[in-house]
């Protein structure tokens, strides 16, 4: 079955740190880009960090340069999301998304069903 | 940075409704934006890509039209199954920005 899972959520406090994972199947993980995407509680959806599919090209949205890193294990079809120095506004639900491109046009096509991250005292 | 608005943010409707969703981008993004449908607890889902290719074994009654600035989602015929909020989603470049949502809810 083609799927995403991700696990490593939980509650940790402000300051802390927490490593995602996301666990791929049923394709070939390695010919993709992926992504993590957050989204707070009763909140739209926040894209958090891309990663092309030889790690050759990363991407982090401002609100979180220089305190997570996005790394993946094409040999375990894993993707990770490593997150420091957490604030209360990083709680959310984390998804990570499989990256298809057609004709140089990109999209989001397949996502987990998330992993929640709270961060409070 | 590319913003997203999203027209209405909040829509009533009745099944058999058309319902149409309206996202500007800030800047030209040509066709580089796609839909997404998320319904409570649950992941977004994949509607429309390249602002309007139809994601495989979406329902045709899902339409995307629009490139430059201003993009539109149609549903022809709302069905119980599409009460949901719906996400535009610039990918032209980084960072990838959502719209805000558009939550269709039964009148």
């Known amino acids: 079955e083609v799927q995403l899972v991700e696990s490593g959520g939980g509650l940790v406090k402000p300051g802390g740190s927490l490593r995602l994972s996301c666990a791929a199947s049923g394709f070939t993980f390695s010919s993709y880009s992926m992504n993590w995407v957050r989204q707070a509680p009763g909140k739209g959806l926040e894209w958090v960090s891309s990663?092309?599919?030889?790690?050759?090209?990363?991407y982090y949205a401002d609100s979180v340069k220089g305190r997570f890193t996005i790394s993946r294990d094409n040999a375990k079809n894993s993707l990770y999301l490593q997150m420091n120095s957490l604030r209360a506004e990083d709680t959310a639900v984390y998804y990570c998304a499989r990256g298809s491109m057609v004709r140089g046009v990109g999209y989001f096509d397949l996502w987990g069903r998330g992993t929640l991250v709270t961060v409070s005292s | 940075d590319i913003q997203l608005t999203q027209s209405p943010s909040f829509l009533s409707a009745s099944v058999g409704d058309r319902v149409t969703i309206t996202c500007r981008a800030s800047q030209g993004i040509s066709s580089y934006l796609a839909w997404y449908q998320q319904k409570p607890g649950k992941a977004p889902k994949l509607l429309i890509y390249?602002?309007?290719t139809l994601q495989s074994g979406v329902p045709s009654r899902f339409s995307g039209s629009g490139s430059g600035t201003e993009f539109t989602l149609t549903i022809s015929s709302l069905q119980p199954e599409d009460f949901a909020t719906y996400y535009c989603?610039?990918?032209?470049?980084?960072?990838?920005?959502f719209g805000p949502g558009t939550k269709v809810d039964i009148k």
């Open positions: 990663i092309s599919s030889s790690s050759s090209y990363i």
């Open positions: 989603q610039q990918l032209n470049s980084y960072p990838r920005t």
């Open positions: 390249a602002a309007s």
